[in-house]
C-alpha cells in the first residue's frame, strides 16, 4: 500500500466498530467532473500513491483529464 497523501485525501470510516481506510476523491481538484470510470481510476491512484512509482503528478494528470482533447 502507499505511503504518501499528497492531496490529504486519506480517510477511515467507522461502521459498526469496524474501521476502514478511504481516499475521498474531492480531496482533488476536478475529480467531481470525471465520469465514474474515471473516478475508480483516480481512486487507485490515490491509494497506491508512493511518490515513486505513483507521484501527485499522475493524480493531477487524471484529474485534468480532457474529453476533448486530441488524441
Do not use: C, Q
Not at 23 to 41: I, Q, T
Amino acid at each position: 500500500m502507499g505511503a504518501a497523501n499528497s492531496f490529504g485525501s486519506r480517510g477511515v470510516l467507522e461502521v459498526s466498530g469496524a474501521s476502514y481506510e478511504i481516499f475521498r476523491l474531492n480531496a482533488v481538484e476536478g475529480a467531481g467532473r470525471l465520469p465514474f470510470s474515471l473516478k475508480v481510476l483516480l481512486e487507485n491512484l490515490l491509494r497506491t500513491e508512493d511518490g515513486a512509482n505513483i507521484t501527485a503528478d499522475h493524480v493531477r494528470a487524471l484529474a485534468g483529464w480532457n474529453p476533448e482533447a486530441e488524441p
